[in-house]
């Protein structure tokens, strides 16, 4: 009999997956979800989430596949597991969660952040397909404060980065994002994704690989 026998996914309310994702993804933090699914163990507990939306940069929209697919890609924008699921939880609810997204979703992107440790091992296992590193981009942070919030939306108290750097003056301080591995999964009929994958402007890549795997 299979660790899951009996496990089910299904879609939840956005309040819901924020409210467990906050709680206990490590950046605790919500993120843009037009999507949101739950993983439910044999007893209907829910013990892992995970979650889609449109990805926060146009650049990246554009970038994957060209202008004329960029209104059929979302983003795998959080992830969470309970530490008490069997292995293969992780990449059962992925898979499924897939499964359940619009047809017209063809193309879904998601990152595995370096600093964090994390290689994207759930996504090689699940046959992404690897691009590389994402873009370098400029990140901005107030010195001596913590920030739980994207730095897309750090400074619109401030009416913007422009309205902050006034504010702020040289408490105001530049850097780069740090970059992440970025993986991508295609939808649809092998002559969509065939077609798909002649769009892609990004290189296809070997997986990236860690001591630990």
């Not at 996914?9 to 950046?27: C, E, T």
């Not at 691009?131 to 401030?158: A, C, P, Q, Y």
């Not at 003056?169 to 992440?180: A, S, T």
Request: aromatic share 10%.
């Amino acid at each position: 009999m299979s660790a899951l026998e009996g496990w089910e996914v299904h879609a939840i309310p956005y309040g819901d997956a924020m409210s467990v994702i906050v709680k206990n993804h490590y950046l605790h933090r919500k993120a843009p979800a037009s999507y949101c699914f739950g993983l439910f163990d044999e007893w209907g507990s829910m013990v892992g989430v995970v979650t889609y939306g449109t990805p926060a940069s146009p650049s990246l929209l554009k970038g994957i596949a060209g202008e004329d697919e960029k209104d059929h890609i979302v983003e795998l924008t959080r992830l969470w597991i309970a530490d008490i699921t069997p292995k293969n939880a992780e990449s059962f609810l992925i898979g499924r969660s897939l499964k359940l997204l619009p047809e017209d979703v063809n193309i879904v992107v998601s990152f595995a952040e370096i600093q964090a440790g994390h290689v994207g091992t759930v996504y090689q296992a699940t046959n992404w397909i690897y691009t590389g590193l994402s873009d370098r981009h400029v990140e901005w942070s107030i010195e001596g404060e913590e920030s739980n919030k994207h730095g897309r939306h750090m400074f619109d108290e401030f009416g913007g980065i422009e309205g902050a750097k006034k504010a702020l003056g040289d408490r105001l301080v530049r850097g780069e994002r740090p970059r992440k591995h970025r993986y991508l999964m295609l939808r649809g009929s092998r002559r969509r994704k065939k077609e798909l994958l002649g769009k892609l402007r990004y290189e296809v890549q070997d997986y990236p690989k860690t001591i630990s795997g």
